[in-house]
């Protein structure tokens, strides 16, 4: 079973507005919340990450939103910009194991 | 510290062939994970060490697949008798503090003919 649920698949948004992906998981237990982010033939690189004793947490234009009653928790990318276009990946963990991550979400910036 | 290598980038091989990749991580990194990706899928995790130690390992991860991390350095992972399905990026990554951390390779894209 997916352990963490991803959504949009793929997001068109215009040069300057916000991208928000959203990730949703089942497992209570998860104590780490990451996002990576992704080009072409590259490896997947960690964008920002949270962790659920925290509500937001913010780097630059990069924010992560959890609602840990919901069980969800989303990417917002501010003033989005051409050079953003990428997969973002969602993924989460409980204490030393592994993560597990989403599907993806491509992201198109468009001028 | 150049990141994590991963050798070869790309690699072709008939079926029925045996592969096998090469994960250089960062230095001080005490863990070493195996994920492979599909095209437009997530990385789905395969195997990881601690040091030398083999900690875990997925069901994904079939008898036809062996992974090493000798004197817990660079790792190896090996596919023996390829199939089509085979066929993807494998990934490697390090960390030091999991889960915080994680540096990923540029990853081994293998198809299989």
């Known amino acids: 079973q997916q352990q963490v649920k991803q959504s949009p698949q793929s997001l068109i948004v215009q040069k300057g507005g916000i991208s928000i992906i959203n990730c949703a998981y089942e497992?209570?237990?998860?104590?780490?919340f990451p996002w990576y982010q992704q080009f072409p033939g590259k490896g997947p690189a960690l964008l920002i990450a949270?962790?659920?004793?925290?509500s937001e947490k913010k780097e630059g234009r990069f924010t992560i939103s959890f609602n840990k009653s919901a069980k969800q928790f989303s990417l917002h990318i501010m003033d989005s910009q051409p050079g953003d276009s990428a997969t973002y990946f969602c993924?989460?963990?409980?204490?030393?194991?592994?993560?597990?991550f989403g599907k993806g979400t491509r992201l198109s910036v468009i001028a | 510290d150049t990141g994590v290598s991963q050798d070869p980038r790309h690699k072709i091989t008939k079926r029925g062939q045996n592969v096998t990749f090469r994960c250089d991580p960062i230095?001080?990194?005490?863990?070493l994970y195996w994920y492979r990706q599909t095209l437009g899928q997530g990385p789905e995790f395969l195997t990881y060490?601690?040091?030398?130690?083999?900690?875990?390992k997925s069901r994904l991860l079939s008898d036809r697949f062996s992974a090493e991390r000798p004197k817990g350095s660079f790792s190896t992972l090996e596919i023996q008798r390829t199939e089509q399905g085979d066929s993807a990026m494998y990934l490697c990554?390090?960390?030091?503090?999991?889960?915080?951390?994680?540096?990923f390779g540029s990853g081994t894209r293998l198809t299989v003919v």
């Open positions: 993924a989460a963990s409980k204490g030393n194991t592994p993560l597990v």
């Open positions: 230095s001080e990194h005490n863990r």
């Open positions: 949270i962790r659920p004793d925290v």
């Open positions: 060490f601690q040091n030398e130690a083999q900690l875990e």
């Open positions: 990554a390090s960390s030091y503090m999991p889960p915080d951390g994680y540096t």
């Open positions: 497992n209570t237990a998860f104590d780490y």
